[in-house]
C-alpha cells in the first residue's frame, strides 16, 4: 500500500517566517507534486519533480521553492511567509509517464494558518 | 472559463437515491480522465477512471462524453458512506502527469 506522510497535520506560523513542509513517499516513485486546495479553487499545483534534483514550475509557484535531495523526500519551503499562503497544502506522488498521469497518491494534507 | 468546471453542490439526497453529477473540460484534446473522492478533511484518492466506452465499478459508473466535452458520475442506491466531495480531473497530455487539472470538486451529502 502506498504511503504519503507529511510531516505536520497543522502548522501556525507569522507572517515573514521560513516554512518547511515536509513529504515523504515510500514507494520509490519518480514524480512527486505539492499543490494546495482552497475553497472553490480545487487543486492547483505549485511544484512537481520527476526526479532527484528535478524540478518544474506549477501554476503558482510564486513565493515557494522546493527541494528533492533524495528520492522519497520532496521540500516545499515558503522563504517569507504571508497571509495568503494560508492554505491546505497536499503531497502526492505518482509513477513516471503513462501510468503517473492515471494516479496520484496524496499525504493527509498540512493546514497551514500565517498570522 | 475554467478548464474543468464543476456544480459545487452541495447535492442533498435520501439514501438509497441514485445521483448524477457532471463535470466539463474546455481542452478538447484531453486524453485521460477520472474521478477522485475526497472526504471531509482528508486527502482525495482516485475513484474510478473514465473510459471513452464508459466504465461502471459496482453502484458507480462513468461515462465521457468528447463531443459535448463532459464527463459524469452515476452513483446508484448511494449510501450515507458516499457523502463527499467527488473531484473531476483531467489530463490534457497524456504522457506528462504535471499537466493533470483538478476541478474544485461536487459535494454530495446523502441523508437517511
Known amino acids: 500500500d502506498v504511503k504519503v506522510t507529511q510531516s505536520s497535520r497543522y502548522l501556525v506560523k507569522r507572517t515573514g517566517e521560513k516554512v518547511f513542509l515536509e513529504c515523504v513517499q515510500d514507494m520509490d516513485h519518480e514524480n512527486m507534486f505539492w499543490y494546495r486546495q482552497d475553497p472553490g479553487l480545487g487543486l492547483r499545483l505549485i511544484y512537481f519533480?520527476?526526479?532527484?534534483?528535478?524540478?518544474e514550475k506549477g501554476d503558482i509557484p510564486e513565493g515557494y521553492s522546493v527541494s528533492r535531495e533524495k528520492k522519497e523526500r520532496f521540500s516545499l519551503i515558503l522563504e517569507s511567509a504571508s497571509t495568503n499562503q494560508t492554505s491546505m497544502y497536499l503531497c502526492a506522488s505518482s509513477l513516471p509517464g503513462l501510468a503517473g498521469a492515471d494516479t496520484q497518491y496524496f499525504g493527509p494534507g498540512t493546514r497551514l494558518t500565517v498570522l | 472559463r475554467k478548464e474543468v468546471e464543476q456544480d459545487p453542490g452541495p447535492f442533498n439526497v435520501p439514501e438509497g437515491a441514485t445521483v448524477a453529477f457532471n463535470c466539463t473540460y474546455s481542452n478538447s484534446a484531453s486524453q485521460s480522465f477520472f474521478w477522485y473522492r475526497q472526504d471531509c478533511r482528508k486527502e482525495p484518492k482516485l475513484l474510478m477512471s473514465?473510459?471513452?466506452s464508459g466504465n461502471e465499478d459496482g453502484r458507480f459508473t462513468a461515462q465521457l462524453n468528447r463531443a459535448s466535452q463532459y464527463i459524469s458520475l452515476l452513483i446508484r442506491d448511494s449510501k450515507l458512506s458516499d457523502s463527499a466531495t467527488y473531484l473531476c480531473?483531467?489530463?490534457?497530455?497524456?504522457?506528462?502527469?504535471?499537466?493533470?487539472?483538478f476541478g474544485s470538486g461536487t459535494r454530495l451529502s446523502i441523508r437517511p
Open positions: 519533480s520527476y526526479d532527484v534534483k528535478m524540478k
Open positions: 480531473v483531467v489530463n490534457p497530455e497524456y504522457s506528462s502527469a504535471s499537466k493533470i487539472i
Open positions: 473514465v473510459y471513452s
